[in-house]
Nanobody
């Protein structure tokens, strides 16, 4: 079983920066990708950024050139550096992990509990 714990959320003024961290523990073999999603009040959960097991990254258009996803393998964490934050970035941010069973090739998704990011003056 995999556990994900996010941290680093908070209140920041427009134009500010935050760095989110997702600590991964448990049975972590077979990870194929990790990602950040966010959910604003009254809206569906949206994908923000992802990083594959090989280190390839991809971003939603709304955060491209402002957010950076990275991975610290030694610490088993995934980071999301968020710069030039806008009020529309306000949401609960969730860490996501996809794991593949090496024998059955079944894939499993795991989620953290979320961390609130509020961008407001």
């Amino acid at each position: 079983q995999v556990q994900l714990v996010e941290s680093g959320g908070g209140l920041v003024p427009p134009g500010g920066s935050l760095r989110l961290s997702c600590a991964v523990s448990g049975s972590i073999s077979g990870i194929t990708r990790m990602a950040w999603y966010r959910q604003a009040p009254g809206k569906l959960r949206d994908w923000v950024a992802m990083i594959t097991k090989n280190g390839a990254t991809n971003y939603a258009d709304s955060v491209k050139d402002r957010f950076t996803i990275s991975r610290d393998n030694a610490e088993n964490t995934v980071l999301l550096q968020m710069n030039s934050l806008k009020p529309e970035d306000t949401a609960v941010y969730y860490c996501h992990l996809r794991q593949r069973d090496r024998l059955t090739l079944d894939e499993y998704d795991f989620w953290g509990q979320g961390t609130q990011v509020t961008v407001s003056s």
